[in-house]
């Protein structure tokens, strides 16, 4: 079992940043990979980015890439969000996730956290 809790989130005016933190517990190798998605309102749960359990490798969805940075701090078992240049439409709860598997689909991850609100003001 992982337990994941995310924080960092906030209202930020357009051209803003923030930084999203995903606390894992649990389980102390840190052997997973780790994932953070988003979903607005009325809308569906879609990929941001993900990091293998090394940290050497990240992925990003077009709509974030060059300004989402996804990092993970073993030691901490922390995974990190640097998301600069906020648009209004990067508004949505984001959620961090942990599967076995580095991938964009919502589906291979087996742990959620509940959340945290990201609020971009035009």
């Known amino acids: 079992q992982v337990q994941l809790v995310e924080s960092g989130g906030g209202l930020v005016q357009a051209g803003g940043s923030l930084r999203l933190s995903c606390a894992a517990s649990?389980?102390?190798?840190?052997?997973?990979?780790m994932g953070w998605f988003r979903q607005a309102p009325g809308k569906e749960r879609e990929f941001v980015a993900a990091?293998?359990?090394?940290?050497?490798?990240?992925y990003y969805a077009d709509s974030v890439k060059g300004r989402f940075t996804i990092s993970r701090d073993r030691t901490k078992n922390t995974v990190y969000l640097q998301m600069n240049s906020l648009e209004p439409e990067d508004t949505a709860v984001y959620c961090c996730?942990?599967?076995?598997?580095?991938?964009?689909?919502?589906?291979?991850?087996?742990?959620w956290g509940q959340g945290t609100q990201v609020t971009v003001s035009s």
């Open positions: 990091i293998n359990w090394s940290g050497h490798n990240t």
């Open positions: 996730a942990a599967g076995s598997i580095v991938t964009g689909s919502q589906y291979e991850y087996n742990y």
């Open positions: 649990g389980r102390s190798d840190g052997n997973y990979a």
